[in-house]
């Protein structure tokens, strides 16, 4: 495990690896030279011969796309595919196969270890967006919350939220995987944009009587079922898509 430059990051995560660790849906085990072997959790415990070999390089283009093709805007989303094994002989080659599969996870992790890093908080990420993001900045907590909890479900991102918003506070680290999300991400800036126009376009959500908050909720529910899951991730205009399903029944399902 030695290389011309020791990342002292992923050194302190190998540290970790006690003889197996889990990250995000990476199963990790030290092998016996020293090196390290990396599968899919869900097989790992599955004969090596069953899975396909997998090089470092490879790893980028299979974190891509999900089992049915689709792209994965999310790296962290718990669609990953499985079905694979790659080992590495050393640190370099373990960080290369984790910076492909999680970009920057190890990095975050390490800097939040040695408070070297700070989470942020919504309210601070969105007031200095600039142009269609700005919007954002203006979701009540009534908004957000729901917004913040739909988005970073753990059945959309496995990462520790650990920015807060209002009075919804960081996800506690026993919560979520050990990868840590220190602000808003890109999907999340979006969602909030499309949560912003949609309680734009249709009033005053709150001043609405229980029974048409039902109805809307009903409403939203049939389009569901109509449209089914849509293909992409992101698409959150589309009526099945589930981030926005999870925020419509957390928004009016009360």
Request: overall charge negative; aromatic content about 6%; charged content about 25%.
């Amino acid at each position: 495990m030695v290389s011309n430059f020791e990342n002292p990051a992923i050194a302190a995560l190998v540290k970790r690896i006690d003889p197996q660790l889990t990250w995000g849906q990476v199963h990790i085990q030290l092998v016996d030279d020293g090196g390290f072997e990396l599968r899919h959790v869900v097989h790992a415990e599955a004969n090596a011969d069953t899975l396909s070999q997998a090089q470092t390089a490879d790893l980028r283009s299979l974190a891509e796309t999900n089992a049915l093709g689709q792209f994965r805007p999310l790296k962290a989303a718990p669609h990953l595919r499985s079905g694979w094994r790659c080992v590495v002989n050393d640190l370099t080659g373990l960080e290369t196969a984790l910076r492909h599969l999680y970009p920057g996870s190890v990095a975050d992790w390490h800097a939040l270890e040695l408070g070297q890093a700070q989470p942020t908080s919504y309210r601070k990420f969105t007031e200095r967006q600039t142009g269609m993001y700005r919007i954002t900045a203006k979701l009540s907590p009534g908004q957000a919350k729901p917004a913040s909890e739909a988005c970073c479900h753990s059945a959309s991102c496995l990462k520790q939220r650990r920015w807060a918003v209002d009075d919804l506070p960081a996800e506690e680290p026993a919560q979520k995987n050990a990868i840590p999300c220190l602000e808003p991400c890109a999907l999340m800036l979006e969602f909030a944009r499309v949560v912003f126009r949609f309680e734009q376009h249709n009033g005053a959500i709150d001043d609405m009587t229980p029974e048409d908050q039902r109805n809307l909720l009903m409403a939203a529910e049939l389009a569901a079922e109509q449209a089914g899951e849509p293909e992409r991730e992101a698409d959150f205009a589309a009526p099945g898509n589930p981030r926005w399903m999870r925020y419509l029944r957390l928004r009016l399902g009360s």
